[in-house]
């Protein structure tokens, strides 16, 4: 069984997107945009020193990020088994 990592900041957030296919984007203010390949949407902001996100909001990022991470494996599935 894995443990999912802790979500620490934007900056996390960020780079896990990234690394999963989505781009991400500048939003209004401290606001940030994810969007997948699928076009799903998530909306995030920066953190300042030493705060978390509320609890509303990492439900929300952890379940794109779990999808990003189900998207990429299936990604990579069917790369492995086209070659």
């Known amino acids: ?34 969007r997948g390949p699928n076009g799903e949407t998530v909306v995030f902001y920066k953190l300042h020193g030493k705060d978390q996100y509320p609890k509303g909001m ?12 189900v998207i990429s494996l299936f990604v990579a599935m069917i ?3 086209l070659m």
Do not use: Y
């Open 58 to 69: 990492r439900c929300q990022l952890e379940k794109a990020l779990a999808a990003a991470g």
């Open 1 to 34: 069984m894995t443990t999912k990592k802790p979500i620490k900041n934007h900056l996390d957030v960020e780079r896990r997107l990234r690394k999963a296919g989505w781009t991400v984007r500048d939003g209004k203010g401290s606001h940030k945009v994810g």
């Open 79 to 81: 790369a492995v088994f």
